[in-house]
């Protein structure tokens, strides 16, 4: 019988993002299939995160072309960024949390587009005078990836319900990043 990788993927992320110690034997059981099955397509535990890094990767720029981050005024490009990528922002809170992903000659480049593409909507922002010019692009692309992973893990933790994640991301950043008007 072969194997449904993509299922095996979601498993393990769907488990990961709740119980990021889980163990290659509990991934095995909740995809339903058995440690040797699950090693011949992972290695271990580090080839594994590997991969469910390009799924979160591939997830990411698609929401990122779902949104249309270049068109319309950029405040509302971001919310529409973050209802696109709300589905994946479990998966992306659980790799946020994997430093090894981002040390080292081993980072994978996807993660640079994804935080080009983003700073370049926040400075878009900044040059229609929509966003503070105080606040560098990639701080403002790190404050919204650390909202993403708050919000996510609120959400499964059901101290926030799921209709609130959008809502309540892009209000507190966009609050925090709409220029004023001086008096």
């Not at 698609?62 to 490009?77: F, I, K, M, S, T």
Request: contains cysteine; hydrophobic residues 45%.
């Amino acid at each position: 019988m072969a194997v449904d990788r993509d299922h095996v993927l979601r498993s393990a992320a769907a488990l990961l993002t709740r119980k990021s110690t889980a163990t290659m034997d509990e991934v095995a059981r909740v995809a339903g299939i058995s440690r040797a099955t699950l090693h011949r397509q992972f290695a271990g535990r580090d080839a594994l995160v590997r991969a469910l890094e390009s799924l979160g990767i591939d997830e990411c720029e698609a929401a990122l072309d779902a949104a249309r981050v270049d068109e319309g005024p950029a405040p509302d490009a971001v919310r529409r960024l973050v209802q696109a990528i709300e589905p994946s922002a479990a998966l992306l809170a659980f790799l946020y949390s994997e430093n090894q992903l981002f040390e080292g000659e081993q980072q994978n480049t996807g993660w640079t587009r994804i935080d080009e593409r983003i700073a370049a909507l926040f400075r878009r922002g900044q040059s229609a005078g929509a966003f503070r010019i105080d606040l560098t692009p990639a701080w403002l692309t790190e404050a919204l990836y650390g909202l993403l992973a708050s919000g996510a893990w609120a959400v499964l933790e059901g101290r926030v319900a799921s209709k609130d994640f959008t809502f309540m991301i892009t209000e507190l950043l966009l609050g925090g990043a709409l220029r004023r008007e001086e008096p």
